[in-house]
């Protein structure tokens, strides 16, 4: 992995810019049901559809922040996706996913602690929200664990959700 690519390192791993060399890892992520279960994204058809999507991502150079891939340190495994949106109304917001067997290891409280530094420190954000469905108990553990609280029920993706917010820190 190139340095220029990568934009966060954790104690476990590194978060980096996807780019079309990521197209079959993200093709295989998409393709669990279960990990896309609570998303409102249907799942790639094929690692070429995969590859569309990824040469299309425009968030790194219109937005300077998107989700990014995660990767192991210790073998430079895929392991999953873990990154801020800029939506249209001005919100960022925190999302990851992650391969099944790297459920319940901590890699997505770990990676997303440090998104929402990365938002506070780099990007100066007064504040960072998360957008999660009501059954998606892991997701609503990870965002707790990283701070956020629960803000209000939304639509999100034309599904009823919950979003959660965290404030900047006041002594930053």
């Not at 992995?1 to 992520?29: E, P």
């Not at 219109?62 to 210790?74: D, P």
């Not at 990676?111 to 530094?117: H, M, N, P």
Request: hydrophobic share 35%; glycine share 8%; with cysteine.
């Amino acid at each position: 992995m190139t340095d220029r690519r990568i934009v966060l390192n954790t104690q476990r791993t590194y978060l980096y810019k996807l780019d079309i060399d990521d197209a079959s890892s993200l093709f295989i992520l998409n393709s669990d049901p279960e990990v896309i279960k609570y998303t409102g994204d249907p799942a790639f058809s094929n690692e070429k559809e995969a590859e569309k999507f990824l040469a299309a991502y425009s968030d790194y150079t219109q937005n300077g922040i998107g989700r990014w891939g995660v990767r192991q340190r210790l073998n430079d495994e895929f392991i999953g996706w873990c990154g801020l949106k800029l939506h249209q109304n001005g919100e960022v917001d925190l999302g990851f996913r992650f391969l099944k067997r790297y459920w319940g290891h901590g890699f997505a409280t770990e990676a997303s602690l440090a998104c929402v530094a990365y938002g506070f420190s780099k990007l100066n954000l007064d504040y960072i929200i998360g957008r999660v469905m009501h059954k998606n108990l892991a997701s609503i553990r990870v965002l707790e664990k990283v701070g956020m609280s629960y803000l209000k029920d939304i639509i999100c993706d034309e599904h009823p959700a919950k979003c959660y917010r965290i404030n900047r820190p006041e002594n930053q």
